[in-house]
């Protein structure tokens, strides 16, 4: 099973999101743009996971014991390739979104769990394979959300289309 966990986000939250990607919409000349029920931050990406491990990555999620905390979202960027970018809204940096991730991270790997290990950039992806048509234009209401759970997620491509389905979701403590 392909696994990561994520933060997920009130319906409110996302059409702010959405405003953005919206933004960019009208900029580019091909985008494969993340539809609305795929929008999250992804914590710690696990990939392929047997089915039998799944309950300790829940037990790691357990044992954080992190609070709730308001996350702000203030800028948008891009991940660059040669031939395309992937465009992101960032999450601004927390420490309690930088103390809640190194419990989970570290709850992980006791319990003999691989995670992706690149520096951790925590975002949004609105859209993927952006070539642009013109320089867009985008203007970004900073606004925030308030933090109360993380989710174990479950990735599939079923008829070629991206899912997500959440497994299990830990409440953050307040
Ligand atoms: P697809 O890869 O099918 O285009 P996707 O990237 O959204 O779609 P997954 O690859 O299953 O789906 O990834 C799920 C989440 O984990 C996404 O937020 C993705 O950015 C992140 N992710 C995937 N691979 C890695 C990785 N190697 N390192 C860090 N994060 C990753
Ligand atoms: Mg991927």
Known sequence: MRLFVAIEFDEKTKSKMIDVQDQLRAAVL???????????????????????RVGGIIRAMD???????DAQFSRIGQFRSERDSLWWIGMRENPCLTAMRAALTEYLTEAGYQYDKKRFRPHITIA?????????EIKIKPFGTRVSSISLMLSERIDGKLKYTELYRKKLEG
């Open 30 to 52: 091909h985008g494969n743009f993340s539809r609305p029920e795929n929008l999250h931050l992804t914590l710690a990406f696990l990939g392929e996971v047997p089915e039998e």
């Open 128 to 136: 993927r394979q952006v070539v642009l048509a013109s320089r867009p």
């Open 63 to 69: 044992r954080i014991s992190s609070r709730a905390f």
